[in-house]
Every structure is written in C-alpha cells, then in structure tokens.
C-alpha cells in the first residue's frame, strides 16, 4: 500500500517552464513532507522539506504548496533550467520513538524532462 | 557529495547466495538508515540503526538483516538471494534529532541476483 502517491510519473517541459508534481496522503500523522532529487547514479538529495503549520515554503526557485485539509502538497520548479533534469519524490515521515526524520515513505517518483 | 560512503558500488551474485553491503555514515551522524530502490516497489524504508542499537524497521525481509558497529559503520546482509532482491540498496546518515535534518544518502550499492 502506497502512503504517498505521486504524480505524474513524468514531465516534460521547455526551459524556463513551472514544472508542478502533486503529492497525496492519507496518514495525518505524517508531520514532515520532504522532497528530494535524485540525478541518473546518485543518491536522492534534499531539496526542500515542509511541516503541516505552514501552507508554503520557498527555497530558490523551488516552491512547497502544502494543502492539510485536502493532504496534497506540491512541488513548483520556476523557471526550469535543463540542468533541473532529475527524479524527484515526494516523502513523508511522523514521530517515531523521538525521532522525526529517519523513516520515510516516499512516492513513487516523478522523471522530469526540461527540454533547452 | 553526500559524505555518505557505500561499498560495493555495483555487485553480481547468483540465486542461494549471501551477499554483505557496507555503509560509513558521514563524520558525526549517529542514525544509519538502508532503503532499497526497485521498479516494482520504489524507495523502501528497511531499517535504521542509531548508535548501534536498532531503532526502526521497515519491509525488510527475514533473509535480510542489518547491523551498526561501534565505529557507526554500518552492513546489511542479504541471503539466500532471489531474483526479485535485485535492486539498488541506498544507505543514508542523518543526525537524529534537530529542527531542518535531512537523511544524506549515498551513491547505492547495485545488487544484480542472476
């Protein structure tokens, strides 16, 4: 059973597109909702991360868009560069014996595609 | 680079066999955590170890087991290997406690089971 679904699988956009990856849950203990990148060959890397007491975060040109009632949050790429080409998942994770921010879920991924 | 230092990078074994992955967390993280990554399932959260102790368990497989040394360095054994194990196995270092922390993961370790 997906604890975090994602969408789409993938995206393709011309530079200096929004790219926008939806993320859904159902678990409303879930209290942190990173999203990470991951490029062909390396690890997922941290790019943003959210708690539920704010509705939106912005780091660059990457934007959290976090909905509790409807438990939706989404990533927003401004001005996509081909240089943002990567997957990127969505996660989640609760308090668990003290500790917040080991046990992810992740969503099933999102392959973005940002044409020059 | 994350810091986070996986061996072998890339492995290939046959069905029956044990195979042994090796994680060193970066300088100062406690908590070891392993993921796995395959098509059919995604990244999945195995387990996680901090100081040594377990700490957390996932979907890991009772063939699968995992340990964290004094040194903080961590192994995962996978045995009596079947074809569905092939997979890319990801460990991850965070500090454990602290507003912001992030999991900082590793290249991965490509396990190939022919």
């Known amino acids: 059973q997906q604890q975090v679904k994602q969408s789409p699988q993938s995206l393709i956009v011309q530079k200096g597109g929004i790219p926008i990856i939806n993320c859904a849950y159902e678990n409303t203990a879930f209290d942190y909702f990173p999203w990470y990148q991951q490029f062909p060959g390396k690890g997922p890397a941290l790019l943003i991360a959210i708690r539920p007491d704010v509705s939106e975060k912005k780091e660059g040109r990457f934007t959290i868009s976090f909905n509790k009632s409807a438990k939706q949050f989404s990533l927003h790429i401004m001005d996509s560069q081909p240089g943002d080409s990567a997957t990127y998942f969505c996660a989640a994770s609760w308090n668990y014996r003290g500790s917040t921010l080991g046990r992810l879920y992740f969503g099933r991924g999102t392959q973005l595609t940002v044409w020059p | 680079d994350s810091g986070v230092t996986q061996t072998p990078k890339h492995l290939i074994t046959a069905t029956g066999q044990r195979v042994t992955l090796r994680c060193s967390p970066r300088?100062?993280?406690?908590?070891v955590y392993w993921y796995q990554q395959s098509l059919d399932q995604g990244l999945q959260f195995l387990i996680q170890y901090y100081n040594g102790e377990e700490r957390a368990k996932g979907n890991i497989l009772e063939r699968f087991s995992a340990q964290q040394f004094p040194d903080l360095h961590s192994e995962l054994n996978l045995s009596s290997l079947e074809l569905g194990d092939s997979a890319l196995y990801f460990c991850a270092s965070s500090v454990v406690d602290g507003e912001g922390g992030e999991l900082f993961f590793g290249e991965g370790s490509r396990l190939t089971v022919l």
């Open positions: 300088s100062g993280d406690l908590s």
